[in-house]
């Protein structure tokens, strides 16, 4: 896991060793073990790279590297799971190593495949820029979930391309102007979207796609996988023997964890109690040689805290664990380093205790893996199970009846709602006491009058629906907001969801979160369920099997009850979120005040925010979301401004 950087020009004239090095400092967090700098004999070709050195801690794993015949330069981000199997078939064909690095096996995969044929066989996550010289091509390859970053810009004739923004402006040498596309979506969903960014011109690799550069050119990125081919080739292999895929899923994940828990550095695992990162974490304490390493942090509000439930499902599998708990205050201290964290506009408030644990497992190890992926593989989100029990009773009345039920559920302030809930514990069953219900029938009620299922899967996510009710100037909103994938006509309405998930939050929410935050501190986080390996099996499995007695991930809880016994990870679903409401009403209203406020009023209409903050100050509605995008967007650009 590492940072890379690279400029590749049309024109005569040699690439300026100083800004290849400028642009690598710029990545310093993300390989805190060393820096290489290349650039091609005829000077049109550099590259940079920091290492955080994970396999092969030697310098015959140091980048960038030049394969053995000199044809290919390459700098890369990421880890190849299934790279000993690949060292040796190429080897049974005459291939020779010096160091024992997945580096060192793709560029001999170059060599011995070509570039597409290496990429298809490669099983893990990265992000990669290889130079062909003998045909003076650049290519950018990104992994098939999107797990590594990619950004690239094209001007005038000369390709830069970086892990993060950030050292593209120090190529620049100014800011680029902010996109008006962009800008609406990332108000509307929290983050920026691919192929976007939040600048003009520079854009985001999308997730399975290759981009060619020769002679100044760009082509257009080309996919070399595909969520839809998935999804339809899943639901033509259905599997319709469940103890069959419970006993395949299981062997299956053995195995991906195994590869997942190679490394030559100390390795633990994030664990929140939950049934993804308790199933990781079962796996890896039964195919590891000891006990894991686990980590995670806690609130004193039990409203926000999974602290207990990891240290049960710790303590059942004789893991090593370490759990912290943090202060309101200790949480807010993060606020101000997020700009720099995360590198581009983010409003996942989830990005704080992530970017804690990450710090805290640090600490002792510099792997960790996490089970980010199975709520969107296995059936996880709340909002799955509404769309499979209501959504399709919800259409057969009409919308102006739908409209009227949402304005009942939404008189009555989230807090009221949860002030009922809290009374009717006594009586209710504990699968019917969700965590936070006033915010989430306030959400049931913002997405009841939607027309089609992808416009309820908008709204579900969206934090500012139409947000060109705060922005100063709608021009751009829309246009950077993406059309549903086109699948089969027979895939259910679920599994709709889950896909779209898959192509967008997953990529451009979960995975950004979880790659900055830990790369910010130099830890490399594996996501063992999103091999593409564990997707398209995933993909096979009935959804009858995911969703059961109103739950999802039904065959996932039967796998993890191999491990852990049911009643220490069977309870509502909480998520990883902070009280970011209340706290704009307590400790940050002073400072979320005079941020709102005095911001710039370039880009907001600062008195339709001054609006929704009062409404959210009296309690009527919750707005902490939204506001925190523009907050959020307000402590980036001020930030951004300081990098040139």
């Given at each position: 896991m590492c940072g890379i950087i690279g400029i590749v020009g049309s024109k005569a004239g040699r690439i300026d060793r100083q800004i290849l090095v400028q642009m690598t400092n710029a990545l310093a967090h993300r390989g805190p073990d060393g820096d290489g700098h290349w650039i091609s004999d005829d000077g049109r070709a550099g590259f940079g790279h920091r290492r955080l050195s994970i396999i092969d801690l030697s310098s015959a794993g140091a980048q960038p590297m030049i394969?053995?015949?000199?044809?290919?330069?390459?700098?890369?981000?990421?880890?190849?799971?299934?790279?000993?199997?690949?060292?040796?078939?190429?080897?049974?064909?005459?291939?020779?190593?010096?160091?024992?690095?997945?580096?060192?096996?793709?560029?001999?995969?170059?060599?011995?495949?070509?570039?597409?044929?290496?990429?298809?066989?490669?099983?893990?996550?990265?992000?990669?820029?290889?130079?062909?010289?003998?045909h003076h091509t650049l290519v950018?390859?990104?992994?098939?979930?999107?797990?590594?970053?990619?950004?690239?810009?094209?001007?005038?004739?000369?390709?830069?391309?970086?892990?993060?923004?950030?050292?593209?402006?120090?190529?620049?040498?100014?800011?680029?102007?902010?996109?008006p596309p962009a800008l609406?979506?990332?108000?509307?969903?929290?983050?920026?979207?691919?192929?976007?960014?939040?600048?003009?011109?520079?854009?985001?690799?999308?997730?399975?796609?290759?981009?060619?550069?020769?002679?100044?050119?760009?082509?257009?990125?080309?996919?070399?996988?595909?969520?839809?081919?998935?999804?339809?080739?899943?639901?033509?292999?259905?599997?319709p023997n469940e103890e069959e895929v419970l006993e395949e899923l299981d062997q299956r994940l053995r195995g991906?964890?195994?590869?997942?828990?190679?490394?030559?550095?100390?390795?633990?695992?994030?664990?929140?109690?939950?049934?993804?990162?308790?199933?990781?974490?079962?796996?890896?304490?039964?195919?590891?040689?000891?006990?894991?390493?686990?980590?995670?942090?806690?609130?004193?509000?039990?409203?926000?805290?999974?602290?207990?439930?990891a240290a049960d499902v710790a303590k059942h599998?004789?893991?090593?664990?370490?759990?912290?708990?943090?202060?309101?205050?200790?949480?807010?201290?993060?606020?101000?380093?997020?700009?720099?964290?995360?590198?581009?506009?983010?409003?996942?408030?989830?990005?704080?205790?992530?970017?804690l644990v990450s710090k805290l497992a640090r600490q002792q190890v510099t792997v960790a893996l996490s089970g980010d992926g199975g709520d969107e593989l296995f059936g996880g989100y709340n909002r799955y199970l509404f769309v499979a029990d209501y959504w399709k009773r919800l259409t057969r009345f009409p919308h102006a009846l739908r409209?009227?039920?949402?304005?009942?559920?939404?008189?009555?302030?989230?807090?009221?709602?949860?002030?009922?809930?809290?009374?009717?514990?006594?009586?209710?069953?504990?699968?019917?006491?969700?965590?936070?219900?006033?915010?989430?029938?306030?959400?049931?009620?913002?997405?009841?009058?939607?027309?089609?299922?992808?416009?309820?899967?908008?709204?579900?996510?969206?934090?500012?629906?139409?947000?060109?009710?705060?922005?100063?100037s709608s021009d751009g909103v829309g246009l950077a907001r993406s059309a549903p994938l086109a699948l089969a006509p027979d895939v259910p309405a679920t599994a709709e969801q889950m896909a779209w998930d898959m192509s967008t939050y997953l990529v451009d929410d979960i995975l950004t979160k979880v790659d900055r935050?830990?790369?910010?501190?130099?830890?490399?986080?594996?996501?063992?369920?999103?091999?593409?390996?564990?997707?398209?099996?995933?993909?096979?499995?009935?959804?009858?099997?995911?969703?059961?007695?109103?739950?999802?991930?039904?065959?996932?809880?039967?796998?993890?009850?191999?491990?852990?016994?049911?009643?220490?990870?069977e309870r509502p679903k909480m998520g990883f979120g902070i009280p970011l409401d209340s706290w704009l009403r307590g400790p940050l209203k002073g400072w979320a005040s005079d941020c709102l406020s005095s911001g710039n009023d370039e880009f907001f209409d600062r008195q339709a925010i001054g609006d929704n903050w009062q409404q959210h100050q009296v309690g009527r509605v919750n707005r902490g979301g939204q506001l925190w995008t523009v907050l959020m967007f307000d402590l980036w650009l001020e930030r951004a401004r300081q990098w040139v």
């Amino acid at each position: 896991m590492c940072g890379i950087i690279g400029i590749v020009g049309s024109k005569a004239g040699r690439i300026d060793r100083q800004i290849l090095v400028q642009m690598t400092n710029a990545l310093a967090h993300r390989g805190p073990d060393g820096d290489g700098h290349w650039i091609s004999d005829d000077g049109r070709a550099g590259f940079g790279h920091r290492r955080l050195s994970i396999i092969d801690l030697s310098s015959a794993g140091a980048q960038p590297m030049i394969s053995a015949s000199g044809r290919y330069a390459l700098t890369y981000n990421g880890e190849i799971y299934n790279y000993r199997d690949l060292r040796r078939e190429l080897e049974a064909k005459g291939h020779q190593f010096n160091g024992h690095s997945d580096t060192e096996v793709i560029l001999a995969g170059f060599e011995h495949w070509g570039i597409d044929e290496t990429i298809s066989r490669c099983a893990g996550m990265f992000a990669l820029a290889v130079w062909d010289r003998r045909h003076h091509t650049l290519v950018l390859v990104r992994d098939r979930l999107g797990i590594k970053p990619l950004y690239y810009s094209v001007v005038n004739g000369t390709l830069i391309f970086a892990s993060e923004l950030r050292p593209i402006v120090v190529q620049r040498g100014e800011l680029p102007a902010v996109s008006p596309p962009a800008l609406s979506e990332y108000l509307r969903l929290g983050y920026v979207p691919a192929p976007f960014s939040i600048f003009e011109g520079v854009y985001k690799l999308p997730a399975a796609t290759t981009l060619r550069f020769r002679d100044g050119h760009a082509g257009e990125p080309t996919a070399y996988w595909s969520i839809p081919e998935v999804v339809a080739r899943g639901m033509s292999r259905q599997r319709p023997n469940e103890e069959e895929v419970l006993e395949e899923l299981d062997q299956r994940l053995r195995g991906i964890v195994a590869e997942h828990m190679i490394s030559d550095v100390p390795l633990g695992a994030f664990l929140s109690g939950g049934i993804d990162s308790s199933s990781v974490t079962a796996i890896m304490q039964a195919v590891g040689g000891g006990a894991t390493k686990t980590f995670s942090i806690g609130f004193h509000d039990p409203s926000y805290n999974e602290a207990p439930y990891a240290a049960d499902v710790a303590k059942h599998l004789q893991t090593d664990h370490t759990e912290l708990y943090v202060s309101d205050a200790d949480a807010m201290a993060v606020i101000p380093s997020l700009p720099d964290i995360y590198d581009e506009p983010f409003a996942d408030i989830s990005q704080i205790p992530t970017f804690l644990v990450s710090k805290l497992a640090r600490q002792q190890v510099t792997v960790a893996l996490s089970g980010d992926g199975g709520d969107e593989l296995f059936g996880g989100y709340n909002r799955y199970l509404f769309v499979a029990d209501y959504w399709k009773r919800l259409t057969r009345f009409p919308h102006a009846l739908r409209r009227m039920a949402a304005s009942g559920l939404s008189s009555a302030s989230p807090a009221s709602w949860d002030a009922a809930f809290r009374a009717l514990s006594y009586v209710l069953p504990p699968h019917l006491q969700p965590a936070l219900p006033g915010q989430k029938i306030h959400k049931v009620a913002s997405v009841l009058a939607s027309s089609t299922l992808y416009e309820l899967q908008s709204r579900l996510v969206s934090q500012w629906a139409n947000p060109e009710t705060v922005l100063v100037s709608s021009d751009g909103v829309g246009l950077a907001r993406s059309a549903p994938l086109a699948l089969a006509p027979d895939v259910p309405a679920t599994a709709e969801q889950m896909a779209w998930d898959m192509s967008t939050y997953l990529v451009d929410d979960i995975l950004t979160k979880v790659d900055r935050a830990s790369m910010r501190v130099g830890l490399e986080a594996r996501v063992p369920l999103l091999d593409h390996r564990m997707v398209e099996f995933a993909w096979e499995i009935p959804i009858s099997f995911k969703f059961r007695n109103h739950s999802g991930k039904y065959i996932l809880r039967r796998l993890l009850e191999r491990y852990v016994p049911r009643e220490l990870f069977e309870r509502p679903k909480m998520g990883f979120g902070i009280p970011l409401d209340s706290w704009l009403r307590g400790p940050l209203k002073g400072w979320a005040s005079d941020c709102l406020s005095s911001g710039n009023d370039e880009f907001f209409d600062r008195q339709a925010i001054g609006d929704n903050w009062q409404q959210h100050q009296v309690g009527r509605v919750n707005r902490g979301g939204q506001l925190w995008t523009v907050l959020m967007f307000d402590l980036w650009l001020e930030r951004a401004r300081q990098w040139v």
